[in-house]
């Protein structure tokens, strides 16, 4: 099993930043894939950025140039800084992991972010 355990959503105005951090513990794969994924109300549940254990990034359109992933030497820790945010990025930010080429996602509770105009 593998815990995932989100922090730093809140509220902020537009344009402002925000720095999310999820903490894994647990049985964690030593190559992985972890990342970040948003649901806003009314729509599914998309990618955000993701990180592997060997630094490979993907980012979303709609992030690029305005978030960075990143994590920990311990690779157990994975961070998304978010800048020059918009109401569009109002949604709950949850935290995923899997091993790399496994079947199985492991979530986090999620974090709420929100962006007011």
């Known amino acids: 099993q593998v815990q995932l355990v989100e922090s730093g959503g809140g509220l902020v105005q537009a344009g402002g930043s925000l720095r999310l951090s999820c903490a894994a513990s647990g049985s964690i794969a030593s190559n992985n894939v972890m990342g970040w994924y948003r649901q806003a109300p009314g729509k599914q549940r998309e990618l955000v950025a993701i990180?592997?254990?060997?630094?490979?990034?993907t980012y979303a359109d709609s992030v690029k140039g305005r978030c960075t992933i990143s994590r920990d030497n311990a690779k157990t820790t994975v961070y998304l800084q978010m800048n020059s945010l918009k109401p569009e990025d109002t949604a709950v930010y949850y935290c995923n992991t899997r091993r790399i080429g496994g079947l199985r996602d492991y979530w986090g509770q999620g974090t709420q972010v929100t962006v007011s105009s």
């Open positions: 990180i592997t254990t060997y630094g490979s990034t």
